[in-house]
């Protein structure tokens, strides 16, 4: 695979003997409670208690002597945060700034842009619904089209992405949106292919990587994406709270914060766009300033540090992808060159009373298995009911055994 290497080339009894068959890190680490076997990362994970305690200790200098923390401590923490942050997902240090998560950047970029009367702005059936009721909430306002283009799903391969975004371009198009790893789906698009394809033809682009940094290898700069919003409290473990946005240096001038505040009319001798971004009023910055912790802790957790973590989550989720798959006697949906470290997998359609008790965007079954087998794991109605899948996340706190009973529970569940 392409973005693994390694670990994801072994086989996966090899990988399961020397890697997935424990948890790593405990239940005091991780926080978890004992008693739910946790398998939703992907919506909202665990900060480790390390992490936790680093920003608890931040919150005390804070409150201990607030003027001197807020007025000098305070930018050269955040300068800091940036570098390493940066180095992490390969930008430059000073086309990166911290906002709260990823649905806040996309908000960021697309309320800053200038949509006109006939603009065409691109997304994918796929698309996180956050991020797409902020473009259809700022396309409204400007007269502006949102063209939503259908990607097969399940697919046989990565290409069919690219050919439909692609096929969905026209000469009107101003923007394209799309996620790097999708929520509901768990792909991990080939933006490799799309971001360049698209700039040749002079169109901008938007990326929500909520779940990409700390999942899968990044490097910003060489991507090219235009705009890349990414959360560092999902697949980082960093504290809630903290995310990036990543804004090419020659479209920085147009991007301002949601909140304007002293940066604005600031008489410095310093980057407008850093200047805007790095104080928006008072606040507790701790979980921003606390992602270097997040990127210490968890690369120290194995030989190899985070690529290992990295390949490890990735064996996890095809294993327990795998697992799902013969248990409901169906064959993966997508190739394994499109998962990270999320799996979704389709479950039988939805009774009547299955879709009368969808609560939260959710299936009753996610519900059931909670209540009943103390098993944390998201059921979506997708793309409409009767039609649901269930997804899985692979993280360092979760092993296979765990998944071993998921596709037990669901082989029994549906009577396989």
Same mark, same amino acid.
């Given at each position: 695979?392409?973005?693994?290497?390694?670990?994801?080339?072994?086989? /996966?009894?090899?990988?399961?003997? $020397?890697?997935?068959?424990?948890?790593?890190?405990?239940?005091?680490?991780?926080?978890?409670?004992?008693?739910? *076997?946790?398998?939703?990362?992907?919506?909202?994970?665990?900060?480790?208690?390390?992490?936790?305690?680093?920003?608890?200790?931040?919150?005390?200098?804070?409150?201990?002597?607030?003027?001197?923390?807020?007025?000098?401590?305070?930018?050269?923490?955040?300068?800091?945060?940036?570098?390493?942050?940066?180095?992490?997902?390969?930008?430059?240090?000073?086309?990166?700034?911290?906002?709260?998560?990823?649905?806040?950047?996309?908000?960021?970029?697309?309320?800053?842009?200038?949509? $006109?009367?006939?603009?065409?702005?691109? /997304?994918?059936?796929?698309?996180?619904?956050?991020?797409?009721?902020?473009?259809?909430?700022?396309?409204?306002?400007?007269?502006?089209?949102?063209?939503?283009?259908?990607?097969?799903?399940?697919?046989?391969?990565?290409?069919?992405?690219?050919? #439909?975004?692609?096929?969905?371009? *026209?000469?009107?198009?101003?923007?394209?949106?799309?996620?790097?790893?999708?929520?509901? *789906?768990?792909?991990?698009?080939?933006?490799?292919?799309?971001?360049?394809?698209? #700039?040749?033809?002079?169109?901008?682009?938007?990326?929500?990587?909520?779940?990409?940094?700390?999942?899968?290898?990044?490097?910003?700069?060489?991507?090219?994406?235009?705009?890349?919003?990414?959360?560092?409290?999902?697949?980082?473990?960093?504290?809630?709270?903290?995310?990036?946005?990543?804004?090419?240096?020659?479209?920085?001038?147009?991007?301002?914060?949601? /909140?304007?505040?002293?940066?604005?009319?600031?008489?410095?001798?310093?980057?407008?766009?850093?200047?805007?971004?790095?104080?928006?009023?008072?606040?507790?910055?701790?979980?921003?300033?606390?992602?270097?912790?997040?990127?210490?802790?968890?690369?120290?957790?194995?030989?190899?540090?985070?690529?290992?973590?990295?390949?490890?989550?990735?064996?996890? #989720?095809?294993?327990?992808?795998?697992?799902?798959?013969?248990?409901?006697?169906?064959?993966?949906?997508?190739?394994?060159?499109?998962?990270?470290?999320?799996?979704?997998?389709?479950?039988?359609?939805?009774?009547?009373?299955?879709?009368?008790?969808?609560?939260?965007?959710?299936?009753?079954?996610?519900?059931?298995?909670?209540?009943?087998?103390?098993?944390?794991?998201?059921?979506?109605?997708?793309?409409?009911?009767?039609?649901?899948?269930?997804?899985?996340?692979?993280?360092?706190?979760?092993?296979?055994?765990?998944?071993?009973?998921?596709?037990?529970?669901?082989?029994?569940?549906?009577?396989?």
């Amino acid at each position: 695979m392409k973005h693994f290497k390694g670990i994801a080339e072994m086989s /996966v009894h090899q990988v399961a003997q $020397q890697f997935l068959a424990r948890p790593i890190g405990d239940h005091d680490f991780w926080s978890l409670d004992p008693a739910v *076997t946790f398998l939703n990362h992907g919506s909202f994970g665990s900060c480790p208690q390390p992490v936790r305690k680093f920003q608890r200790a931040l919150q005390d200098r804070l409150e201990r002597q607030p003027v001197r923390f807020l007025v000098d401590d305070f930018e050269p923490l955040w300068d800091d945060a940036r570098r390493q942050l940066a180095e992490f997902v390969g930008a430059d240090t000073d086309d990166l700034v911290f906002v709260p998560n990823a649905t806040t950047g996309v908000n960021t970029v697309l309320r800053s842009l200038e949509f $006109q009367r006939g603009d065409e702005v691109l /997304v994918t059936d796929h698309s996180y619904n956050a991020s797409r009721c902020a473009l259809d909430f700022v396309a409204a306002r400007a007269g502006a089209c949102v063209v939503m283009v259908k990607i097969p799903f399940p697919l046989a391969s990565s290409q069919q992405v690219v050919d #439909a975004v692609l096929a969905g371009v *026209t000469s009107r198009t101003r923007l394209v949106m799309l996620d790097h790893v999708t929520s509901s *789906t768990g792909l991990v698009f080939p933006l490799e292919k799309i971001v360049p394809a698209l #700039a040749a033809r002079g169109i901008e682009t938007l990326i929500d990587g909520a779940h990409a940094p700390g999942m899968i290898p990044l490097n910003l700069k060489k991507l090219g994406a235009t705009y890349y919003a990414g959360n560092c409290h999902k697949w980082l473990c960093s504290p809630k709270g903290a995310a990036l946005l990543y804004v090419q240096r020659d479209r920085q001038a147009q991007i301002r914060p949601l /909140v304007i505040s002293h940066g604005a009319n600031s008489p410095r001798d310093h980057s407008r766009f850093l200047l805007e971004f790095s104080w928006i009023g008072t606040g507790d910055y701790s979980a921003w300033l606390s992602v270097p912790e997040s990127l210490r802790v968890i690369g120290e957790l194995l030989p190899g540090g985070w690529p290992a973590a990295m390949q490890r989550n990735h064996a996890l #989720a095809l294993a327990a992808r795998n697992l799902l798959c013969d248990a409901l006697n169906i064959s993966p949906p997508c190739p394994d060159d499109m998962i990270g470290t999320l799996a979704a997998v389709p479950l039988p359609d939805m009774t009547a009373a299955d879709i009368a008790g969808i609560s939260n965007g959710l299936d009753p079954l996610r519900g059931k298995l909670l209540r009943e087998h103390g098993i944390e794991v998201p059921v979506f109605p997708w793309p409409t009911p009767p039609k649901r899948w269930l997804r899985v996340s692979a993280q360092l706190y979760n092993s296979l055994p765990q998944y071993e009973r998921l596709a037990a529970l669901l082989k029994l569940e549906f009577k396989l």
